[in-house]
């Protein structure tokens, strides 16, 4: 009985934990990039923790990001291709989204 009590909070706790990175995603991230993309999910492009993954551990992980929205591309995720600036972000908007999926390697 304690086992099942434990799992069901542990199991509460990570949908908290996903609720909360889902929340703290910039709005016109939402509006721009969720279209295509998720959090967890791949949709028509791959989800934003697999980006992140991709990317952890390296230093410049931000400013590619930027530049890879910016210039869009497949970038090796064999999914298609992203447009340049996404669905019309600008600059301020793309290094928002940059810096908040590099956060989530962490």
Not at 79 to 86: C, E, I, L, R, T
């Amino acid at each position: 009985m304690k086992s099942i009590i434990v799992s069901m909070i542990a199991a509460a706790g990570l949908m908290v934990t996903g609720s909360v990175m889902a929340a703290d995603m910039p709005a016109d991230g939402k509006a721009k990039c969720g279209a295509c993309h998720a959090l967890d999910k791949k949709g028509v492009g791959p989800a934003f923790k697999d980006i992140a993954a991709k990317y952890k551990g390296n230093k410049d992980a931000v400013s590619t990001l930027t530049a890879n929205i910016t210039k869009g591309g497949a970038f090796g995720w064999k999914m298609g291709s992203m447009p340049a600036k996404g669905m019309g972000a600008n600059d301020a908007q793309i290094k928002a989204m940059a810096e908040w999926i590099a956060g989530l390697a962490n």
